[in-house]
């Protein structure tokens, strides 16, 4: 390593809190799916900003509809309409089937507003102020109060306790585990469609089904977290239309953005003529231009490029290749995800490996301590595919 890059990281660990564990490269510029450190070493990147560079780094057109909005307008209050926020409901609403939008500026924000639309819209039912949310375990919806006390990882909410109120846990995938936790103060129940965080867990669709039956007679609203799982990263643009059923509330941001920080939730039309009205709740930067002009610019490119097409094509060749390597190693127990959403289980700690490919120039991440996850650009072709397995490959024949 540089001496340059070795002061930056010195300097970053006496100034910045230190709530990551980092990796110790300072990452400089990205161009298409590749990123490359100060010292311009050059690594394939599996892994976007978690989820979030969908469409490639650097890419012209987007950076060019970004510099135009700047040059116009790049802020003003929630208190007037601006074009850019106009436009990118409109074309949420078109890709989700959702019917009302609220613009945040990042996931936890957009957990938050779903959290109070649910006990907003049990409030106006029967006027009580006791209502239950079910969530699942290994859940993971943002660090805010809120979203932590719906996330299902104790060690995350332990020091920070107590947390909101009235919130139960139960299994995903297990519908009597949901069944056993609800009661006549159930208002919602709030899942990833597939678990990012919490290891790669899938929602199965007989699950879901259930849920959403269990919902319908009770009214009690189903709450997709679409954060990581959505935006076409498994091959649909929300994960939950798979499915074949519907959330009454959706949480989306990640590549919703593609590095612009901005999030959103979506309510159908029974929540959002029923809940939060004026006053209720709101934002400064939430829906500004220039975060709208960015989502404006995602949603089209998405269409443009055929993103999701892509996902649908190059997922299955991953999928293909990852099952290569663990027929191969005996320490791979497992692989699972949908679409470009995948996670590959070991049976041991994989932060040696994770390591190892970044020596060799190749970005990954974990989700758990034994797993790890992939989550590329969606623009990736089968070609990356192949060089990120002979990466990891060549690591995995070492430990
Ligand atoms: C990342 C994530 C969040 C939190 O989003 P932030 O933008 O980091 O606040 C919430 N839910 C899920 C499923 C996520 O993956």
Redesign the pocket.
């Known amino acids: 390593m540089s001496e340059l890059m070795q002061n930056y990281i010195d300097e970053a660990e006496k100034a910045l809190l230190h709530t990551y564990n980092r990796y110790q490269i300072v990452l400089d510029k990205g161009d298409g799916v590749y990123l490359y450190d100060l010292d311009g070493k050059k690594y394939l990147d599996f892994v976007s900003g978690?989820a979030v560079f969908a469409l490639g780094y650097n890419y012209k057109d987007y950076n060019d509809a970004l510099k135009a909005q700047i040059d116009k307008l790049l802020h003003t209050s929630n208190y007037y309409y601006n074009v850019p926020a106009i436009e990118a409901a409109k074309k949420i609403k078109e890709v989700s089937g959702m019917d009302r939008v609220f613009f945040t500026n990042?996931?936890?924000e957009a957990?938050e507003g779903a959290i109070k639309a649910a006990r907003k819209y049990a409030y106006l039912k029967d006027g009580r102020t006791d209502h239950e949310i079910i969530a699942m375990n290994h859940s993971?919806?943002?660090?805010t109060f809120g979203?932590l006390s719906v996330t299902g990882n104790p060690h995350y909410r332990e020091a920070f306790e107590p947390m909101i109120g009235n919130i139960k846990f139960a299994d995903l995938n297990d519908f009597d585990s949901v069944l056993a936790n609800v009661t006549d103060k159930t208002c919602a129940i709030i899942m990833?469609t597939v678990q990012?965080?919490g290891g790669i867990f899938p929602a199965t669709k007989e699950f879901l089904t259930k849920v959403r039956e269990l919902c319908d007679e009770k009214d009690i609203l189903l709450i997709l977290?679409e954060?990581?799982c959505g935006m076409g990263r498994t091959g649909y643009m929300y994960a939950w239309q798979k499915y074949g059923i519907k959330p009454d509330i959706m949480t989306t941001?990640?590549a919703l953005g593609c590095g612009v920080p901005v999030?959103a939730f979506l309510l159908n039309e029974k929540v959002g003529a029923h809940s939060l009205v004026a006053g209720d709740h709101g934002t400064t930067y939430g829906g500004n231009p220039f975060a709208c002009a960015a989502i404006n610019k995602v949603l089209d490119l998405f269409k443009e490029d055929n993103i999701i097409e892509n996902v649908k094509n190059v997922a299955p060749y991953l999928e293909q290749r990852l099952d290569e390597l663990k027929e191969r190693y005996d320490f791979i127990i497992d692989r699972r995800g949908a679409g470009l959403m995948q996670g590959l289980v070991f049976n041991r700690p994989v932060a040696d490996v994770i390591n190892m490919a970044l020596s060799k120039g190749l970005i990954l991440i974990n989700a758990g301590s034994e797993i790890i996850r992939f989550v590329p650009p969606l623009v990736i072709t089968k070609e990356n595919v192949d060089d990120m397995i002979a990466i990891l490959d060549s690591c995995l024949g070492t430990i």
């Not at 993971?140 to 660090?143: L, P, T, V």
Request: a negative charge; aromatic letters at 6%; hydrophobic letters at 35%.
């Open positions: 978690i990042s996931g936890a957990v993971f919806h943002g660090r979203a990833e990012g965080e977290d954060i990581q941001a990640k999030g």
